[in-house]
């Protein structure tokens, strides 16, 4: 027979795997994105807040599940889910993500020393989707967005360097469950042209392009997950990855692994 404690230990227990499965049948309700077709992402009427509380304007965007397994062992029912809505409007590409990780790691304190084996979120960028190399240029863009909220990404010198004025990034546990993470991006897209030189002389803006109706855009979301350990255990993706040699972990070297979204209203 169970002591009071005891018992009340039990119910918590049941309660929250209660809790997780659901969420868990969620998460394994969301469609994945396809390479072979651009993911149609809607406009927002009105400016979208970036609070890490979402409004109702994102209901009109569907989820997209964050599940492809590219490095690492496949996270098991509570370590990590995730999925992602997108909207956009001239000035920014909209980011809506949901988490639920049951351990948030943030080990190096330096945004640009091995932000990839932290907890964060990675977006990757291809303003005009022409696919091809981009680990030391910006052909393409592979930013690390941290937990707190740092972005980090590699400078045409082969360093790397925060590119915090390129992505603003804000989120929160949701208040009735907490162990979701509503994490919203507002994303400034430059083109391959963008210099690091003209970007430091504050002409940064400048260099965002407008974003138009129609326009494809290379796309592809990924998270790093760890639990403690020196390195990342898990980084799950948005889209499916053809290895190379046995290696999936292509999306930071080249933008051909991206899949596309186009803009609609």
């Not at 499965?21 to 809607?42: D, G, M, R, W, Y």
Request: a negative charge; aromatic letters at 12%; hydrophobic letters at 40%.
């Amino acid at each position: 027979m169970f002591s009071l404690p005891n018992l009340n230990k039990t119910l918590f227990k049941l309660g929250y795997l209660t809790m997780t499965l659901c969420s868990f049948q969620t998460f394994a309700e969301t469609p994945s994105a396809t390479k072979n077709h651009p993911i149609e992402v809607k406009y927002a009427d009105t400016p979208v807040n970036i609070d890490g509380k979402p409004e109702s304007l994102w209901d009109n965007a569907p989820w997209l599940a964050i599940d492809q397994l590219i490095l690492g062992v496949k996270p098991v029912l509570g370590d990590f889910s995730g999925r992602y809505k997108l909207l956009w409007r001239e000035d920014k590409l909209y980011l809506l993500a949901e988490i639920v990780d049951n351990v948030l790691f943030d080990k190096t304190a330096d945004p640009t020393k091995l932000y990839w084996d932290d907890d964060c979120l990675e977006l990757f960028i291809d303003q005009d989707a022409s696919g091809g190399e981009h680990q030391f240029n910006h052909n393409a863009f592979a930013y690390h967005v941290a937990l707190d909220n740092q972005v980090a990404d590699f400078n045409s010198s082969q360093q790397a360097q925060t590119f915090n004025q390129h992505v603003y990034s804000r989120w929160q546990r949701d208040t009735d469950h907490p162990e979701v993470i509503y994490w919203e991006l507002a994303i400034n897209v430059f083109p391959d042209s963008y210099n690091d030189k003209l970007a430091a002389d504050d002409k940064l803006q400048a260099l965002a392009v407008t974003l138009q109706l129609g326009d494809i855009i290379g796309f592809m979301l990924a998270y790093c997950d760890n639990d403690g350990s020196a390195e990342r255990e898990s980084f799950v993706g948005s889209h499916s990855i053809i290895p190379i040699n046995g290696d999936k972990n292509l999306g930071y070297k080249t933008a051909d692994v991206f899949g596309k979204i186009q803009l609609i209203k």
